[in-house]
């Protein structure tokens, strides 16, 4: 069983950038593949971005495509979530979440989740 941790939220103003972390720890970690989620108050769970056990086949959700950048490094077990020109919008708890291997970036394929980092963008 993979266990995750994230870091790196806080407060920041619009435009600007923070960047998640999140540490998984387990043996079947460098075969999963893995998701940054997010939920804002009073909405559902979405998927923000996800990234293959290779790092080569990732996507984005529409509404951070270009602003947003998932990277993995398998050697030190952690996977990174970049966040460039953040939106008020963007305010949430980011979940880090190891996930089947599929092509979507879909809550339903997730296994494990993390315990959740707050990012809070001031307007």
């Known amino acids: 069983q993979v266990q995750l941790v994230e870091s790196g939220g806080g407060l920041v103003q619009a435009g600007g950038s923070l960047a998640l972390s999140c540490a998984a720890s387990g043996s079947i970690y460098s075969i999963n593949d893995m998701g940054w989620y997010r939920q804002a108050p009073g909405k559902e769970r979405e998927g923000v971005s996800c990234i293959s056990s290779t790092g080569l086949t990732i996507n984005y959700a529409d509404s951070v495509k270009g602003r947003f950048t998932i990277s993995r490094d398998n050697a030190k077990n952690t996977v990174y979530l970049q966040m460039r020109s953040l939106k008020p919008e963007d305010t949430a708890v980011y979940y880090c979440?190891?996930?089947?291997?599929?092509?979507?970036?879909?809550?339903?394929?997730?296994?494990?989740w993390g315990q959740g980092t707050l990012v809070t963008v001031s307007s």
């Open positions: 979440a190891a996930k089947s291997k599929t092509s979507r970036c879909d809550t339903s394929d997730v296994e494990v």
